[in-house]
T-cell receptor
């Protein structure tokens, strides 16, 4: 079955530091890949998605992710963390472009 | 259009009671998805519709759960004889078939006491 694994259920970074959230996927063919963000008591908001057009994907709020087929990875980065980035981040895969399968999430804490 | 709307936002019910949730998708979206999210976990897929047809149901969806989308617009998710393990956030999402981007509602938080 298709799945994603997020390394680290909690990540803490200082304000202004690099954000790196790790995600590895399992898929026999290149799938559709996503990063979603969830703020407390809110639904999920799409940050960015990979659909095979380009390996480096730019999203909202300064986030980007790079699809690396050789490593089956789709890590999320942001050069400089902001306090407002504190939230839960979910990596997700859609093998056939319909239902989405989510990872367990990584909670990002921003230290002042 | 204000996005995907879910009602109610919160529901507290006693064990054994039936509950029904409603989801109104974005108006031109023909696909509608239901997910369940428990504390500390990612959302788990339950079922999805394309127009009024239910195309896939997860094995997680016990026979106490039923979902409908009778006219291909709004959808309802009913849980019969609720159990404490049903306590979770129930999320609805919608999309256009062929477009991978799904838009999520704010969810209905169910607490079974």
């Amino acid at each position: 079955a298709q799945s994603v694994t997020q390394l680290g259920s909690h990540v803490s970074v200082s304000e202004g530091a690099l954000v790196l959230l790790r995600c590895n996927y399992s898929s026999s063919v290149p799938p559709y890949l996503f990063w979603y963000v969830q703020y407390p008591n809110q639904g999920l908001q799409l940050l960015l998605k990979y659909t095979s057009a380009a390996t480096l994907v730019k999203g909202i709020n300064g986030f980007e992710a790079e699809f690396k087929k050789s490593e089956t990875s789709f890590h999320l980065t942001k050069p400089s963390a902001h306090m407002s980035d504190a939230a839960e981040y979910f990596c997700a895969v859609s093998p056939k472009g319909d239902k989405i399968i989510f990872g367990k999430g990584t909670r990002l804490h921003i230290l002042p | 259009d204000t996005g995907v709307s879910q009602d109610p936002r919160h529901k507290i019910t006693k064990r054994g009671q039936n509950v029904t949730f409603r989801c109104d998708p974005i108006s031109e979206h023909n696909r509608l998805y239901w997910y369940r999210q428990t504390l500390g976990q990612g959302p788990e897929f339950l079922t999805y519709f394309q127009n009024e047809a239910q195309l896939e149901k997860s094995r997680l969806l016990s026979d106490r759960f039923s979902a409908e989308r009778p006219k291909g617009s709004f959808s309802t998710l009913e849980i019969q004889r609720t159990e404490q393990g049903d306590s979770a956030m129930y999320l609805c999402a919608s999309s256009i078939a062929g477009n991978t981007e799904a838009f999520f509602g704010q969810g209905t938080r169910l607490t079974v006491v």
